[in-house]
């Protein structure tokens, strides 16, 4: 009886070529209503920013009318601000938060 030999083939390995995917700043931006202590209870509570860093990104806010809170892959931005708005709602301030491409 005859066995059929199958002929083997070798791959060469290739270097795959990945890109990181791009990531997008979540901003704060300023309004005359939303005291100050609730945009830092913000930073810190969904951010983990701490009291000293989330004081000055509130500063900035405030005098320059935008700040970043931080910067994510385009998911994570997304649900950053819906968090954010979502709780300022709840708390009834008008807080905005929005998201950009880096």
Do not use: W
């Amino acid at each position: 009886m005859a066995t059929k030999r199958e002929s083997s083939t070798l791959l060469e390995p290739t270097a795959a070529r990945v890109t990181p995917p791009p990531l997008y700043k979540v901003l704060l931006l300023n309004d005359d209503y939303t005291p100050m202590e609730f945009v830092v209870l913000v930073l810190k509570k969904f951010f983990g920013i701490g009291q000293e860093q989330a004081t000055q990104i509130m500063l900035k806010v405030h005098t320059e009318g935008v700040g970043v809170c931080g910067v994510f892959t385009k998911d994570i931005a997304h649900t950053k601000v819906e968090q954010v708005v979502d709780f300022a709602r709840q708390h009834q301030h008008p807080l905005q938060c929005t998201m950009e491409e880096s």
